[in-house]
């Protein structure tokens, strides 16, 4: 099968001298290996599915690549996911390879099938002359860089630190359909069955926006602060691959020295993360660092505190660094909004505006299209309520003295970066396009008399308590805003709002303890406390203290990407 080339790859194929990534080990991977790469993954791999156990290596990068390069479909897993939901996956997709790390653990193995003593090694060109590599050019190297194989015992590759192993027995894999170009689990579901479809073109599409609206020139440097298989990473990736700039490839954490050290001796020229990532930066402080390279910050992954916000719209503002607030989903690939950097003390708490080729509209509960309009009466009496809160709530500054132009909708959005749809198994994975290029966010929004967007919760994220409308998010945010020391989360029924405090190890406190900034997720909560988030929740809500369950649990749940797993919390 002849598959249509990606544009993303455009620039590695015309320039294969030039660096994709620089590693940990300040090794430069260059194009040239991921080319060859490529062409050796087409012919062993063809269309077919391959599971990727994700890790931010070199490996794992040019094993991701190559397969979307070459045509491959890869579904792009954490590598440490657990063996059992491993197994599930196996079992309902029945993949033709998966492309792993070499030390996986040995339950892992056993579930993919991984022979120990089998393997084709791909790796770079070497002469053992220094000299001579570093002075051949490029027509050489594409002559000469060509896969060894060290161990022609025919099961597999090697591509550095990473094994791509046969899966299932010949004939067994999936159909797919042509245009099927990656896999990705849906957003809060890991380890679940349900994929999203994604096409080439939706790739590219998004690709193309994110380098328009942020600007990306070959000159960045982004740092892989995100997991590959989140969509999010994912998309760094494909951005700044799209026009060369070269990634620094990293397995440092931000807690770790050595990542900061890499950001600054390296001259990274931008950082990314979700809500909870803001949050580390604020506490291994970010914003007292000498990082002159630094220019260009993005954030997505769920809604920024409004507190939050204006501090990194500020300090980004006053050291010259734009600051992005972006809005995405992995059903968009993932892309869908973008808040310009200029308005973003102005816009404090919106998602912004459409990506360059997308448009965003709001429907109403029957599926119709809110016009726009400005309505006094609505801009005064609406606005709390319909941002999740009763009508004995208080209005309070920031979004609530913006300027409407509609009530609030479910948020649709309309582009070329639309996925195809869903997969629950194998046979869906030969189906065509069933979004259409209409993705129905299930976000609950409204839009201010400049076209911006703000976000004001999930539409399952609502629950209705003594007749009045709840949005679980917003009680969320009132609540870190009112105690900024503890890390919660709010989930309920119309029986009762559940309030889960992180504690550590402890339950309650022995003793008359305060929540105070910058206490960490061992703080401990004691009586007074429980009372005082009871009384503040029916003051701005009016759902009666008794209807309010205040839970402590040791930890709350995130993913690698730090999205909150409220299912686990059920």
Request: with cysteine; proline share 5%; net charge neutral.
């Amino acid at each position: 099968m002849c598959m249509k080339k990606m544009r993303i790859f455009e620039y590695a194929q015309e320039h294969p001298e030039e660096p994709l990534a620089v590693t940990d080990d300040k090794e430069t991977i260059r194009y040239v290996e991921l080319n060859e790469l490529s062409k050796e993954l087409e012919k062993t791999v063809g269309h077919r599915l391959v599971f990727v156990l994700c890790r931010n290596t070199p490996g794992s990068l040019l094993g991701y690549l190559g397969l979307l390069q070459s045509g491959g479909v890869p579904l792009l897993l954490d590598a440490d996911i657990a063996p059992s939901l491993l197994a599930d996956l196996v079992k309902t997709y029945r993949p033709a390879f998966c492309l792993i790390p070499e030390d996986l653990t040995e339950e892992s193995r056993a579930v993919v099938g991984m022979p120990l003593a089998e393997s084709k090694v791909i790796k770079p060109l070497e002469t053992g002359n220094e000299e001579l590599e570093s002075s051949v050019k490029t027509a050489r190297l594409l002559k000469t860089v060509k896969m060894e194989s060290v161990e022609p015992l025919g099961n597999g590759l090697r591509i550095r630190d990473y094994l791509l192993v046969k899966s299932a027995p010949e004939g067994k894999d999936p159909q797919l359909a042509p245009q099927l170009r990656l896999l990705l689990a849906t957003s809060g579901s890991t380890g679940s069955s349900k994929l999203v479809r994604i096409s080439g073109e939706n790739l590219d599409a998004n690709a193309e926006s994110i380098v328009e609206y942020l600007q990306i020139s070959r000159n960045e440097k982004p740092i892989t602060v995100l997991p590959m298989q989140y969509s999010y990473g994912m998309s760094i990736i494909h951005s700044h691959l799209m026009v060369g700039a070269p990634i620094l490839l990293t397995r440092y954490t931000l807690m770790e020295k050595q990542f900061w050290e890499r950001m600054r001796d390296e001259q990274a020229t931008s950082l990314c993360g979700v809500p909870y990532t803001f949050e580390i930066y604020r506490r291994v402080g970010l914003m007292e660092m000498d990082l002159p390279a630094l220019h260009t910050i993005t954030q997505a992954g769920g809604k920024l505190s409004e507190e939050r916000h204006m501090q990194f719209a500020m300090w980004s503002a006053a050291k010259g660094i734009r600051f992005y607030v972006m809005y995405g989903q992995t059903e968009a690939s993932p892309r869908m909004g973008w808040l310009p950097p200029e308005t973003a003390i102005k816009k404090c708490g919106s998602m912004g505006i459409a990506i360059p080729g997308g448009k965003l509209d709001l429907i109403d509960e029957n599926g119709k299209k809110i016009p726009a309009r400005r309505n006094s009466a609505m801009n005064k009496s609406e606005n709390v309520n319909s941002r999740g809160l009763s009508g004995q709530a208080k209005e309070k500054k920031g979004e609530a003295g913006v300027d409407w132009m509609s009530p609030v909708g479910e948020l649709v959005y309309t582009g070329a970066n639309v996925a195809l749809g869903y997969a629950l198994c194998a046979e869906d994975l030969k189906k065509g396009d069933e979004f259409h290029g209409v993705l129905y966010t299930g976000d609950m929004a409204r839009k201010d008399a400049d076209g911006f967007f703000y976000i004001v919760g999930r539409r399952s994220r609502f629950i209705k308590m003594v007749g009045k409308r709840v949005g679980l998010d917003e009680v969320e945010k009132i609540l870190r805003t009112e105690f900024p020391g503890l890390d919660l989360v709010c989930t309920g029924k119309d029986e009762a709002l559940h309030v889960y405090v992180a504690v550590g190890d402890h339950e309650r406190a022995d003793d008359d303890e305060t929540v105070k900034e910058g206490m960490t997720a061992a703080v401990l909560i004691n009586e007074k406390i429980v009372d005082e988030m009871r009384m503040y929740i029916e003051k701005m809500t009016g759902i009666p203290g008794r209807r309010v369950q205040i839970i402590p649990v040791r930890e709350i749940p995130r993913s690698s990407s730090g999205k909150i797993h409220y299912a686990d919390l059920k």
